[in-house]
């Protein structure tokens, strides 16, 4: 780790540096559904960055070179430990991201589930059998670690998408730098915690911190990936940055999902699904379901029982177990998002549900619906990222396709229809990494996980995902110098 000190204290997980920083390179973490201070901890800055990746460097010489039956012997341990304080974990995401704790517990399985995977993958070889393929000589491919690696996770799923991350990154032989995101620190220092139980020194180090560090991290010449997921903004600077040093880059950045439903699919259940799925963590996902465009024929019916589930929705305090939507992140998100929706109601759309500020004690927004939008509005083609969903319509399956492609991003998609022809036609044509049927944000860990566009570059999940992490060496033989 770094020479940060992780502490308890009564205000929630506070770091500091040991020698104690100034006042003027402390930052503080506010729980978004209180607009109170949770935690105090010191920015890391670039000679921080330096310092963490000279131990990197060290430990890459004997962890590059442990055997994979023994890396995956740490990932498994590190995974029991993460189930064994799944709680902990979930209060901790649940307080630092305002997600309902319900939520938060609902999506610890996946933790352990994606450590445990790549344990499995670390000791699957994905390179071409060893032969003589040309001159007499014997081939074989090395698939060999990159060395230090630079992992910068988001606020918004800061748990998983750290795991998804440092998984595949330590299965394959790295060693690592992981920035979490500044607003929401506490779930990554708690990972690194308990994963350094299990790893040897200088393998994974913290850096808490903000654009600073970040950007020391990419702009190092000895950090040989970055893997970024975030703003789109976020990745076109460092995509800008990185080529600086030829680094390689993984960016899994933002995203309009469409979603098109079809008059052959069952209205009020389809409605409910899509209200759990678009108002998930407030909406602020890069895969929701927040650009609806539903077949004409049913277009009424549809908005009268989506509205009828989203006004049923329970807005409220997180630590509550009956609540299905918490706040925003930040009182500046909250302002963001306000300021798309009275956009929108500037250019005639109109606000069916919800559309304010809700008057409490944090940064909640009410879940809202608008309709009677243009395709080329701002609030169709660029991400919210929070509680609106927007409702067009089309008039037949062409239509449906032309709308749903007509964005810049393509991340994710989803088509609800019973219609086995029309599955397979949109699954095709739809200009998405990711196209659900009938569903709408699941993944799994044996299969990809990336965009197209400027939702980014690279892919996470799957046993493809240690081969990012990793570079293949071609060693050719020829046995006898005479022939």
């Known amino acids: 780790m770094t020479t940060t000190v992780v502490q308890k204290n009564q205000g929630g997980l506070a770091a500091t540096l040991a020698a104690g920083p100034d006042d003027q390179n402390v930052s503080e973490v506010i729980n978004p559904a209180t607009g109170q201070i949770s935690a105090r901890y010191r920015r890391a800055t670039r000679e921080d960055v330096h310092s963490a990746v000279k131990r990197a460097e060290a430990a890459f010489k004997i962890w590059g070179a442990t055997p994979p039956v023994e890396r995956a012997e740490a990932l498994l341990k590190i995974a029991d430990a993460i189930e064994e304080e799944?709680?902990?974990?979930?209060?901790?995401?649940?307080?630092?991201?305002?997600?309902?704790?319900?939520?938060?517990?609902?999506?610890?399985?996946?933790?352990?589930?994606?450590?445990?995977?790549?344990?499995?993958?670390?000791?699957?070889?994905?390179?071409?059998?060893?032969?003589?393929?040309?001159?007499?000589?014997?081939?074989?491919?090395?698939?060999?670690?990159?060395?230090?690696?630079?992992?910068?996770?988001?606020?918004?799923?800061?748990?998983?998408?750290?795991?998804?991350?440092?998984?595949?990154?330590?299965?394959?032989?790295?060693?690592?730098?992981?920035?979490?995101?500044?607003?929401?620190?506490?779930?990554?220092?708690?990972?690194?915690?308990?994963?350094?139980?299990?790893?040897?020194?200088?393998?994974?180090?913290?850096?808490?911190?903000?654009?600073?560090?970040?950007?020391?991290?990419?702009?190092?010449?000895?950090?040989?990936?970055?893997?970024?997921?975030?703003?789109?903004?976020?990745?076109?600077?460092?995509?800008?940055?990185?080529?600086?040093?030829?680094?390689?880059?993984?960016?899994?950045?933002?995203?309009?999902?469409?979603?098109?439903?079809?008059?052959?699919?069952?209205?009020?259940?389809?409605?409910?699904?899509?209200?759990?799925?678009?108002?998930?963590?407030?909406?602020?996902?890069?895969?929701?379901?927040?650009?609806?465009?539903?077949?004409?024929?049913?277009?009424?019916?549809?908005?009268?029982?989506?509205?009828?589930?989203?006004?049923?929705?329970?807005?409220?305090?997180?630590?509550?177990?009956?609540?299905?939507?918490?706040?925003?992140?930040?009182?500046?998100?909250?302002?963001?998002?306000?300021?798309?929706?009275?956009?929108?109601?500037?250019?005639?759309?109109?606000?069916?549900?919800?559309?304010?500020?809700?008057?409490?004690?944090?940064?909640?927004?009410?879940?809202?619906?608008v309709t009677e939008v243009k395709q080329t509005d701002e609030i169709v083609q660029d991400e919210v990222f929070g509680p609106v969903v927007t409702i067009q319509s089309a008039k037949d399956d062409d239509e449906m396709l032309q709308l749903a492609n007509d964005v810049n991003f393509g991340l994710s998609a989803s088509v609800w229809t019973t219609n086995l022809s029309r599955t397979l036609r949109f699954s095709r044509e739809l200009q998405f990494g990711t196209v659900w049927v009938n569903q709408h944000e699941y993944n799994a860990s044996e299969m990809p996980f990336g965009g197209f566009g400027e939702s980014g570059m690279g892919y996470e999940l799957t046993a493809h995902g240690i081969d990012e992490y990793s570079q293949v060496k071609h060693v050719m033989v020829k046995p006898d110098l005479n022939a």
Not at 109 to 127: C, E, K, L, N, T
Not at 181 to 198: D, G, H, Q, Y
Not at 302 to 320: N, Q, W
């Open 86 to 369: 799944a709680e902990e974990f979930a209060r901790l995401e649940s307080e630092d991201v305002g997600k309902p704790i319900t939520h938060a517990r609902g999506d610890m399985p996946w933790m352990w589930d994606v450590m445990r995977f790549f344990a499995g993958a670390a000791r699957v070889s994905s390179v071409p059998a060893a032969g003589e393929y040309a001159n007499g000589s014997t081939s074989w491919v090395r698939r060999e670690p990159l060395g230090v690696v630079g992992l910068i996770t988001p606020w918004n799923y800061p748990l998983l998408m750290a795991i998804w991350k440092i998984a595949p990154a330590l299965a394959a032989g790295n060693t690592v730098l992981l920035k979490p995101a500044s607003l929401t620190p506490a779930t990554t220092i708690k990972l690194v915690e308990v994963a350094n139980r299990f790893l040897p020194e200088g393998v994974l180090n913290l850096i808490i911190g903000d654009r600073e560090s970040g950007t020391a991290m990419v702009e190092h010449p000895s950090i040989r990936k970055i893997s970024l997921t975030g703003a789109t903004s976020t990745g076109k600077f460092v995509a800008a940055t990185a080529s600086k040093t030829l680094k390689r880059l993984g960016l899994e950045l933002g995203g309009k999902a469409p979603v098109l439903v079809f008059a052959d699919s069952p209205i009020r259940e389809t409605a409910r699904d899509l209200v759990e799925f678009g108002f998930s963590n407030s909406g602020q996902s890069c895969t929701g379901p927040h650009r609806i465009i539903v077949e004409d024929s049913i277009y009424d019916e549809f908005v009268e029982a989506y509205c009828a589930e989203v006004k049923s929705l329970v807005v409220g305090d997180p630590a509550d177990p009956a609540t299905g939507m918490g706040p925003l992140i930040s009182e500046h998100h909250m302002n963001k998002v306000l300021g798309f929706i009275e956009r929108a109601r500037e250019a005639g759309a109109k606000i069916l549900v919800g559309g304010n500020r809700i008057e409490r004690p944090g940064w909640f927004v009410e879940p809202t619906v």
